[in-house]
């Protein structure tokens, strides 16, 4: 089992930037991938990033992201703390959604939703104009 706890959402806007975190707790090892999604009201859950957490994973050090927010956001993690992050530059109010973290245990970068594993509570990000 994996838990999984997001955090850094709020009320920014446009232009602004937002750095969520992910705790991860329980089973933080292995080579699964950790991603991010997000939902706006009356919309599907979409993909935003993901990236490989240790360097047990064969495809350790690779990264993906959507192309709504290539170039603006940056996920990263730092194993030491169990956390993945997600900085949000240049918000646009497009990226007005729910946040989610998820862990997918497979290893590949994938973007599917049912993809992945465990998922978090999400956590609110506003982009006003």
């Known amino acids: 089992q994996v838990q999984l706890v997001e955090s850094g959402g709020g009320l920014v806007q446009a232009g602004g930037s937002l750095r969520l975190s992910c705790v991860a707790s329980g089973r933080t090892f292995g080579t699964y991938v950790m991603g991010w999604f997000r939902q706006a009201p009356g919309k599907e859950r979409e993909f935003v990033a993901a990236i490989t957490w240790s360097d047990a994973n064969p495809y350790y050090g690779s990264t993906h992201y959507a192309n709504s927010v290539k170039g603006r956001f940056t996920i990263s993690r730092d194993n030491a703390k169990d956390t993945v992050y997600l900085q949000m530059n240049s918000l646009k109010p497009e990226d007005t959604a729910v946040y989610y973290c998820?862990?997918?245990?497979?290893?590949?970068?994938?973007?599917?939703?049912?993809?992945?594993?465990?998922w978090g509570q999400g956590t609110q990000v506003t982009v006003s104009s």
């Open positions: 998820a862990a997918d245990l497979d290893g590949r970068v994938r973007v599917g939703r049912d993809d992945y594993d465990y």
